[in-house]
C-alpha cells in the first residue's frame, strides 16, 4: 500500500511525502480528525515509507520491510515486523494503558532490530488518563531520532496541552463523497451502490468499506420511515419510541455518530422532496429507488415546507455535533416540525 491508495486528505499526504522525501519526519507526530478519514491506515504506510528501501517518500509495497509491516497489518501481529507496533488503548484499562506507555518509552531508546527506524502507532490517545499521557511526555519531547510515536486521536481538544505542544498535529478531514464513491467503483461496487453508500457514511471511508448493502439498505429504511412519518403526520410518540431510546444507554460517540448519520439522510430526503416538488430532473435523485413515494411526499408537503424540514434536520446535526442525545434532540427535532405544521 502506498499514499495514493487512501482516499482523500490529499494536503496531510502530501505534507508527509514533503517530510519524507527531505528526511525531515517529525520523531513525534498527532494525527487528529474524525473517525473513519484514515489517520490509521496513513501511519501505516508512514511506517513502511520511514524503512522502505525502493522509496524515499513513500512505500513502494514490494521490498522487505513494506511486506512485513502490510503483512503484520493485515494479521495484527507485531512479530512480523518487530519496529512497528500498534498500542491499541482502551479507556476502560487505565492501569494496563500506564503500563503500556511506559513499555513504549523503554522501547522506544532500543535501536531498530531489522529495520531503520522504530515506530509506534498508539490508537485513541485522546482517552488517556493523564497519568499514562504523563508516562508519554519524556520521550515525546526528546525521542531517539531513529524512533518515531504517532498519536491518532478523533478530538485534539481532549489532549494534554504538554502532549500537543511536543508533537507536530496533522488534521485529517471527513473524505469527500465524490472520493468515496470513486474508491468504491474502483473496488467494484455497481455506481449507483457506490453513491449511496458514500452518501450514508458521510465521510467515513472504513464505514464504506466494512459495511454491506443490506446494513445501509435497513439505515436507509429506518431513516425513511421517520421522515415519512413526519410529513405524513404520524403520532410523533411513536416515532419517538422507536429512535429516542434506541442505543441511548451506549457509548456516546456510537450515539452521536449514529444520530449524525440519520439526520443526513433525513436531509437528502428532504432535497429529493423539494427537487421533485420543483419539477426538477428525476435523474438528479440522490434516493432514486425511492421515487414513487417522494413524489407522493413530494405532492402533500410543496417545497416550501420540504425546505423547512431541511432547515430544521441542519439545525438538529449542529446540535448533535454539540452533545449528541438521540432522545432530546429526535425530541426536538419532531416538537418544531409539528409547530412549523400548526403554522401552516
Known sequence: MAFHDIA???????????????????NSMLFCGPRGVGKRRTAR????????????????GECGPCRAIE????????????????IEIREDKTEIIIDQMRELRAQA??????????????????????????????????????THIILLSENSEK???TIKSRCQILTFLPISDEEIEKALQERGVPPDRARITAIVCRGNMEKALEMDWDAIQAERRNAWDF???????????????????????????????????????????GRDA?????????????????????????????????????????????????NGHFGALTTSLTAQWLRADEAQ
Open 274 to 322: 423539494v427537487l421533485l416538488g420543483e419539477g426538477g430532473d428525476p435523474g438528479l435523485l440522490f434516493n432514486p429507488d425511492f421515487e414513487m413515494e417522494l413524489r407522493e411526499i413530494a405532492s402533500r408537503l410543496g417545497p416550501g415546507r420540504a425546505l423547512r424540514f431541511i432547515g430544521l434536520v441542519h439545525r438538529a446535526a449542529a446540535s448533535n455535533d454539540k
Open 8 to 26: 482523500g486528505n490529499g494536503h496531510a499526504k502530501a505534507i508527509l511525502k514533503m517530510a519524507l522525501g527531505r528526511d525531515r519526519m517529525p
Open 71 to 86: 503483512a503484520g497489518n493485515r494479521k495484527n501481529k507485531r512479530g512480523s515486523f518487530p519496529d512497528v507496533q500498534e
Open 159 to 161: 489532549i494534554l496541552p
Open 227 to 269: 421522515f415519512s412519518g413526519l410529513a405524513g403526520g404520524t403520532d410523533p410518540a411513536a416515532l419517538l419510541r422507536r429512535y429516542a431510546y434506541k442505543r441511548e444507554s451506549g457509548k456516546r460517540a456510537a450515539v452521536k455518530d449514529e444520530l449524525a448519520g440519520l439526520l443526513e439522510m433525513l436531509s437528502i430526503f
Open 109 to 146: 531508546y532500543l535501536k531498530p532490530m531489522v529495520g531503520r527506524r522504530r515506530v509506534f502507532i498508539v490508537t485513541a490517545a485522546d482517552t488517556m488518563e493523564d497519568e499514562a499521557a504523563n508516562a508519554l511526555l519524556k520521550i515525546l519531547e526528546e525521542p531517539p531520532l531513529f
Open 45 to 60: 504506510v508512514l511506517a513502511q515509507a520511514l524503512n522502505c528501501l525502493n522509496s524515499k517518500d513513500d512505500a513502494c
